[in-house]
């Protein structure tokens, strides 16, 4: 009959909550990655709208009246 030593088992415990909090940790660190990519895409495209919405805004109509008189050739 074998007796299973109390370290032993102990070993083992330890070995498992260890394994268990690598991956624990492997999991944040992988959901901090795709966080941090999808903050970088979000922050590409708030950027590109922008722009573009700075080139709508400050492209003249072609309804829009200038106080400048037209260039006219003399009479």
Same mark, same amino acid.
């Given at each position: 009959?074998?007796?299973?030593?109390? @370290?032993? !088992?102990?070993?083992?415990?330890?070995?498992?909550?260890?394994? =268990?909090?690598? $991956?624990?940790?492997?999991?944040?660190?992988?959901?901090?990655?795709?966080?941090?990519?999808?903050?970088? @895409?979000? !922050?590409?495209?708030?950027?590109?709208?922008?722009?573009?919405? =700075?080139?709508? $805004?400050?492209?003249?109509?072609?309804?829009?009246?200038?106080?400048?008189?037209?260039?006219?050739?003399?009479?």
């Amino acid at each position: 009959m074998r007796i299973i030593q109390p @370290t032993n !088992h102990r070993k083992r415990e330890d070995g498992l909550a260890t394994i =268990l909090m690598l $991956i624990l940790l492997a999991l944040v660190f992988s959901f901090i990655f795709a966080n941090m990519n999808t903050l970088s @895409t979000l !922050h590409n495209d708030v950027k590109r709208v922008e722009q573009r919405q =700075l080139r709508r $805004i400050n492209q003249p109509s072609p309804y829009a009246s200038t106080n400048s008189p037209s260039a006219q050739a003399p009479k």
